[in-house]
């Protein structure tokens, strides 16, 4: 199984930007009842969650990014998405996405940086 993310990139404060992870070789019957979520992990600091999914659909958000950010899955696709918006310079940071599924195993994809300019 390999996470594959998309979606970094440079954009100015009050922007957004819309990252995706993609479970490449992971079965429907693992992807779909699993727990989603995405991290972030800033210079210096240590990684922190995001957001979280929920396999019933309840989601969990971190309160610096409550009201901006949506995580959300596309499960005929095996994929997760972080919508962020209204972004602040504060949320520079490598973002990963993860997944643990029921076994408790936990997959992680390989990050992707998100620079936010003021």
């Known amino acids: 199984v390999q996470m594959v993310e998309s979606g970094g990139g440079l954009v100015q404060a009050g922007g957004s930007l819309r990252l995706s992870c993609r479970a490449s070789?992971?079965?429907?019957?693992?992807?779909?009842?699993?727990?989603k979520a995405w991290y972030r992990q800033a210079p210096g600091k240590q990684r922190e969650l995001v957001a979280r999914l929920g396999s019933a659909g309840t989601t969990d958000y971190a309160d610096f990014v409550k009201g901006r950010f949506t995580i959300s899955r596309d499960n005929s696709r095996k994929m997760i998405h972080l919508q962020m918006n209204n972004l602040s310079p504060e949320d520079t940071a490598v973002y990963y996405c993860?997944?643990?599924?029921?076994?408790?195993?936990?997959?992680w994809g390989q990050g992707t940086q998100v620079t936010v300019s003021s």
């Open positions: 993860n997944i643990v599924d029921t076994r408790d195993l936990s997959y």
């Open positions: 070789g992971m079965i429907t019957s693992v992807f779909n009842p699993s727990t």
